[in-house]
T-cell receptor, first 109, second 114 residues
Framework: GQNIDQPTEMTATEGAIVQINCTYQ??????LFWYQQHAGEAPTFLSY??LDGLEEKGRFSSFLSRSKGYSYLLLKELQMKDSASYLC??????????WGAGTKLIIKP | TAGITQAPTSQILAAGRSMTLRCTQD?????MYWYRQDLGLGLRLIHY???????GKGEVPDGYSVSRANTDDFPLTLASAVPSQTSVYFC?????????????FGPGTRLTVL
């Protein structure tokens, strides 16, 4: 079957670094997306990984290990506006996104 | 550019009534999707359309129908609403169904069925 595991909730301090982990099992694999979703809003695209390794984009980086079925999203220099849910979503063999329940990130001053 | 629009923003519906949720995109994307999002669960795919004139069933299609008469519009219809269909509904689109390009989301419709 297809399964995505992410922590339900994490708390971090403004200015710090946080790593949100995601493990997945899918029928086929065509890369993995991370989306950000603020409360009451639509998900918005953050990153896409298809090859193993780290992709850096400003304060956000995303890592993928295909052999381990593992990805993480790294957020640096946390700001209050980073308080949101972060959704891990691998792309299966049919190019359909399989969505995790998301990790709610709470930033404290 | 508006991107994707959805209407209505929110709705309270009596059980047994029918309703159509509207979705329009102006990006000329081929693929469109309807998801529902419930607390504690990931986005679940209801129906999708890879291109105008074609539709397919997702993970949770029962009780819902869709049509794709043209590229821009992808309405979702609830023929006879039930309380378990209370949810937030998101429409999304992407350039091509078979690619790894990102999906763009509409603002969502919050539906309550009583």
């Amino acid at each position: 079957g297809q399964n995505i595991d992410q922590p339900t909730e994490m708390t971090a301090t403004e200015g710090a670094i946080v790593q949100i982990n995601c493990t997945y099992q899918t029928s086929g694999f065509n890369g993995l997306f991370w989306y950000q979703q603020h409360a009451g809003e639509a998900p918005t695209f953050l990153s896409y990984n298809v090859l193993d390794g780290l992709e850096e984009k400003g304060r956000f980086s995303s890592f993928l290990s295909r052999s381990k079925g593992y990805s993480y999203l790294l957020l640096k220099e946390l700001q209050m506006k980073d308080s949101a849910s972060y959704l891990c979503a691998p792309l299966d063999s049919n190019y359909q996104l399989i969505w995790g329940a998301g990790t709610k990130l709470i930033i404290k001053p | 550019t508006a991107g994707i629009t959805q209407a209505p923003t929110s709705q309270i519906l009596a059980a047994g009534r029918s309703m159509t949720l509207r979705c329009t995109q102006d990006m000329r994307h081929n693929a469109m999707y309807w998801y529902r999002q419930d607390l504690g669960l990931g986005l679940r795919l209801i129906h999708y359309s890879n291109t105008a004139g074609t539709t397919g069933k997702g993970e949770v299609p029962d009780g819902y129908s869709v049509s794709r008469a043209n590229t821009d519009d992808f309405p979702l219809t609830l023929a006879s609403a039930v309380p378990s269909q209370t949810s937030v509904y998101f429409c999304a689109s992407k350039e091509a169904s078979g690619g790894a390009n990102e999906q763009f989301f509409g603002p969502g419709t919050r539906l309550t069925v009583l």
